[in-house]
């Protein structure tokens, strides 16, 4: 079956460490996306990529990084210099002939303990 | 710049009641329509979308119609299940955004037996 897979489903972090979160998908789509969602509040988008090898800053970037090296994959990285990391983070990915419809991982919950 | 508002949840209704969940929006041009829905602890799903002012989404037996002139969206379903209890997230995409969703709060949707 196709789909976007996230990883850790939990994940805990001490103050001042960095973390990677992983999203892989198998839709063969291009365009890849990273929101975070904080409880109460919409969905807010950290960063996306439209293609291999380049991404673009979304509304709330600051303290995260990203990388997109192969297609089916785009890590973030939660710096130390996130003030407030502890969030639920969720991938999408879209595809330019269905660019309307974002399909969504089952989110990685990240807490700073 | 784009902008989307829900009502506030939470809504709670009873097994077979009527749901509506407003949502309007603030964007230039024609921006495409979508509600999600999230389960606990899930990712998005894609509920329904309409790309065109006067177009009818529907899936589930939920129905939502994009009014352009009064720019909303609102969510229906006219008998609602236990299982519906979920949070229902609006979104808009503008035709030049290369897949980029802007979402509304959120509506927190709880159905009782």
């Known amino acids: 079956d196709g789909g976007i897979t996230q990883s850790p489903k939990y994940l805990f972090r001490k103050e001042g460490q960095n973390v990677t979160l992983s999203c892989e998908q198998n839709?063969?789509?291009?365009?890849m996306y990273w929101y975070r969602q904080d409880p109460g509040q919409g969905l807010r988008l950290i960063y996306y990529?439209?293609?291999?090898?380049?991404?673009q800053k979304g509304d709330i970037a600051e303290g995260y990084s990203v990388s997109r090296e192969k297609k089916e994959s785009f890590p973030l990285t939660v710096t130390s210099a996130q003030k407030n990391p502890t969030a639920f983070y969720l991938c999408?990915?879209?595809?330019?002939?269905?660019?309307?419809?974002?399909?969504f991982g089952p989110g990685t919950r990240l807490t700073v303990l | 710049g784009d902008s989307v508002t829900q009502m506030e949840g939470p809504v709670t209704l009873s097994e077979e009641a009527f749901l509506t969940i407003n949502c309007t929006y603030t964007?230039?041009?024609?921006?495409?329509l979508f509600w999600y829905v999230q389960y606990p602890g899930e990712g998005l799903q894609l509920l329904l979308k309409?790309?065109?002012?006067?177009d009818k989404g529907s899936n589930k037996g939920f129905e939502a119609t994009y009014r352009k002139e009064t720019t909303s969206f609102h969510l229906e379903k006219g008998s609602v299940q236990v299982s519906d209890s979920a949070v229902y997230f609006c979104?808009?995409?503008?035709?030049?955004?290369?897949?980029?969703?802007?979402f509304g709060a959120g509506t927190q949707v709880v159905v009782t037996p």
């Open positions: 999408a990915s879209s595809t330019p002939g269905q660019k309307l419809t974002q399909y």
């Open positions: 979104a808009l995409e503008k035709s030049d955004s290369w897949g980029k969703l802007q």
């Open positions: 839709l063969n789509h291009d365009a």
């Open positions: 309409a790309t065109k002012a006067d």
């Open positions: 990529s439209q293609i291999v090898n380049d991404f």
């Open positions: 964007a230039t041009g024609y921006p495409s």
